[in-house]
């Protein structure tokens, strides 16, 4: 299983970007999705979470309101985007995908079995 992420870049405060992250899975629409970022220095955390259905869809705090998570089965593909930028959400943007099928939106990174490279998204003041 491969994930491709993309759409990160250099944006300023308040600006938007829409990240994608495409999965070479076939049984992609039965898997729940996330996207976490990791900042220099400090640990990968949870961003936002997408059941396999995309009825169901989860935030951390700091971005509700602000990124709105999505899916296109039929085209394996997960977005995030993301509005209202702030300096602090400068981070690599990782996608990830539940090998469970069927599984519940998990803000742990243990409980995710497929990571994408990461694309680096810069806000700047």
């Known amino acids: 299983v491969q994930l491709q992420a993309s759409g990160g870049g250099l944006v300023q405060a308040g600006g938007s970007l829409r990240l994608s992250c495409a999965a070479s899975?076939?049984?992609?629409?039965?898997?729940?999705m996330a996207w976490f970022r990791q900042a220099p220095g400090k640990e990968r955390e949870f961003v936002s979470g997408?059941?396999?259905?995309?009825?169901?869809?989860y935030y951390q705090d700091s971005v509700k309101g602000r990124f709105t998570i999505s899916r296109d089965n039929a085209k394996n593909t997960v977005y995030l985007e993301m509005n209202s930028l702030k300096p602090e959400d400068t981070a690599v943007y990782y996608c990830?995908?539940?090998?469970?099928?069927?599984?519940?939106?998990?803000?742990?990174?243990?409980?995710?079995?497929?990571w994408g490279q990461g694309t680096l998204v810069t806000v700047s003041s």
């Open positions: 990830t995908l539940n090998g469970r099928r069927f599984s519940t939106i998990e803000i742990k990174i243990a409980e995710y079995d497929y």
């Open positions: 899975i076939r049984s992609f629409s039965l898997h729940a």
């Open positions: 997408i059941s396999w259905t995309g009825a169901s869809t």
